[in-house]
Nanobody
Framework: QVQLQESGPGLVKPSQTLSLTCTVSGESITTSYYTWSWIRQPPGKGLEWTGVIAYDGSTYYSPSLKSRTSISRDTSKNQFSLQLSSVTPEDTAVYYC???????????WGQGTQVTVSS
């Protein structure tokens, strides 16, 4: 049974870079044809997909966040990571990592981690 766990700082200062890691257990992140996404939910708002890294290492980003987003992976640790640069308070959200397959973007989710952008 696959499990995902987000980790990273809960507080980031404006203009800095937000860095989060998702540790995956029970499934290799290189297994065909899974995808591994980052999704966030700002307070009082809906879910927003930020980007994905596929089993083969290819990446795709939300057009609205593409200029500030980078997703990478460490296959030796079975982890994938999100970096979001030049953050503002509008980037405050609960951040989730999730596994997808086929047309399902996020079938299995981590529990989420709160990130607050504030000075």
């Amino acid at each position: 049974q696959v499990q995902l766990q987000e980790s990273g700082p809960g507080l980031v200062k404006p203009s800095q870079t937000l860095s989060l890691t998702c540790t995956v257990s029970g499934e290799s992140i290189t297994t065909s044809y899974y995808t591994w996404s980052w999704i966030r939910q700002p307070p009082g708002k809906g879910l927003e997909w930020t980007g994905v890294i596929a089993y083969d290492g290819s990446t795709y980003y939300s057009p609205s966040l593409k200029s500030r987003t980078s997703i990478s992976r460490d296959t030796s640790k079975n982890q994938f990571s999100l970096q979001l640069s030049s953050v503002t308070p509008e980037d405050t959200a609960v951040y989730y990592c999730a596994r997808g397959a086929g047309t399902v973007v996020a079938g299995t989710w981590g529990q989420g981690t709160q990130v607050t952008v504030s000075s």
